[in-house]
């Protein structure tokens, strides 16, 4: 029987009862989604998925994305994204140092991915987890004075300069990288189009800018709204077990990976992500 438990009190449900590549019932599945939408993370423990089953589950909460150009992407699923440290032929089969700083998926695109899904195959005995963090419960905690201040701003998201600080160990983007990467504007309170609820969109650990603003005031109100969003109470730190899938809603979650002895240990994870495109009618809010 679907069981749906909190994970803690800031973020998260851990949903229990469901075999992920099973026969989910309509209604079900409609309370796993409110569920995510409400609480901005979702895990799933103890799942065998192959890659096809992967991408059909994604599929159920929206569309599927598929990065266009990735040299990680699985060969025979481009749907499913590779983060590992393993090698075939010498070569990296994944990206193994992404995401370690605070951040939500495709930031630097017009249209944000709306959210993905994150299966754990194999995991290192110690380090790796990853970090979550609820925008919206940071968003409303704000003192009232701070909502009013940052209600109409933008910011303004490069992806040229995000670069480094998500991939370290890539080159500095090249002249053509650079032209073809605009800077985008989003509003830093975004409104999640189902639930209607203010979420907090400030970037983490990333050099963003408030748009019409000068540096000196932007720089620390930027800070100040990354360090507040993501304190313990707003965030959940997941320590992975192969067969764990945490399917995140990107429009109000951050999140980090952490650091693991790539040397000494392997750690296998598929990605699927969620296009901005519609979401399914089971995602949409009654
Ligand atoms: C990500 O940023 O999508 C990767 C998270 C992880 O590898 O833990």
Redesign the pocket.
């Known amino acids: 029987m679907l069981e749906l438990v909190p994970l803690t009190d800031g973020i998260g449900t851990e949903v229990r009862g469901i075999d992920v590549t099973g026969d989910i019932p309509d209604r079900d599945f409609e309370r796993i989604v409110r569920a995510w939408t409400d609480t901005t993370i979702l895990l799933f423990r103890g799942q065998r998925m192959t890659p096809e089953q992967h991408i059909a589950f994604t599929r159920r909460f929206g569309e599927v994305y598929t990065y266009t150009r990735s040299q990680f992407n699985h060969t025979d699923h481009p749907e499913i994204l590779i ?1 590992s440290n393993l090698t075939r032929d010498g070569k990296p089969i994944g990206s193994a140092y ?2 370690r700083v605070w ?1 939500s ?1 495709g930031h630097y695109l017009t249209h944000p991915p709306i959210g ?1 899904m ?1 299966y754990a195959l194999e995991v290192p005995p110690v380090g ?1 987890d ?1 970090w979550f963090g609820n925008m919206i419960a940071a968003y409303e905690a704000l003192p009232q004075r701070v909502k009013d201040r940052i209600e109409d701003l933008k910011v303004i998201i490069s992806r040229v300069q995000s670069r480094p600080y998500n991939y370290p160990d890539r080159p500095a983007p090249t002249a053509q990288e650079i032209a073809e990467w605009p800077d985008v504007t989003q509003p830093l309170v975004r409104v999640h189009e189902v639930s209607g609820r203010k979420a907090l969109y400030a970037g983490g650990n990333v050099p963003w800018r408030i748009e019409g603003m000068p540096p000196e005031e932007s720089a620390p109100l930027i800070t100040f709204l990354q360090e507040f969003a993501v304190q313990p109470r707003f965030t959940y730190r997941h320590r992975w077990q192969p067969g764990d899938i945490i399917l995140w809603d990107n429009r109000s979650a951050m ?1 980090r ?1 952490t650091y693991y002895d790539h040397v000494a240990h392997r750690r296998l ?1 598929h ?1 699927t992500t969620l296009s901005a495109a519609q979401a399914t009618a089971g995602a949409a809010r009654s």
């Open positions: 983060l992404s995401g951040h998926d993905s994150l790796g990853t999140h990976a994870m990605r």
